[in-house]
């Protein structure tokens, strides 16, 4: 089992700035994409961005040129940094990673609990 938790939400002003961390723990063979989701109240969870081990990066449309997503392999923990806030990017956001607990197993979708962010207009 993964075990993955976030941190650094809270309430910003709009314009204003956040940094997401989640932290992946467990009995971990390999974390092969780290990614950050959202769910706003009505809304469908939607991919904000998503890095894979090799470092390569998906930024979902709606938040290129303000958001970068990163991650620390020897920490298992992946940040997205948060720049130019708007109201409509306030959600609970989630961590995900895809990992495997050894060798001869599948990979499987892991999910943090997810941590709100509200952004004030």
Not at 10 to 24: D, K
Request: hydrophobic share 35%; charged share 15%.
């Amino acid at each position: 089992q993964v075990q993955l938790v976030e941190s650094g939400g809270g309430l910003v002003q709009a314009g204003g700035s956040l940094r997401l961390s989640c932290t992946a723990s467990g009995s971990i063979f390999r974390i092969s994409t780290m990614g950050w989701y959202r769910q706003a109240p009505g809304n469908q969870r939607e991919l904000v961005a998503n890095i894979t081990i090799f470092g390569d990066t998906n930024h979902a449309g709606s938040v290129k040129g303000r958001f970068t997503i990163s991650r620390d392999n020897a920490k298992n923990t992946v940040y997205l940094q948060m720049n130019s806030l708007k109201s409509e990017d306030t959600a609970v956001y989630y961590c995900a990673a895809r990992a495997k607990l050894s060798v001869g197993r599948l990979y499987d979708d892991y999910w943090g609990q997810g941590t709100q962010v509200t952004v004030s207009s």
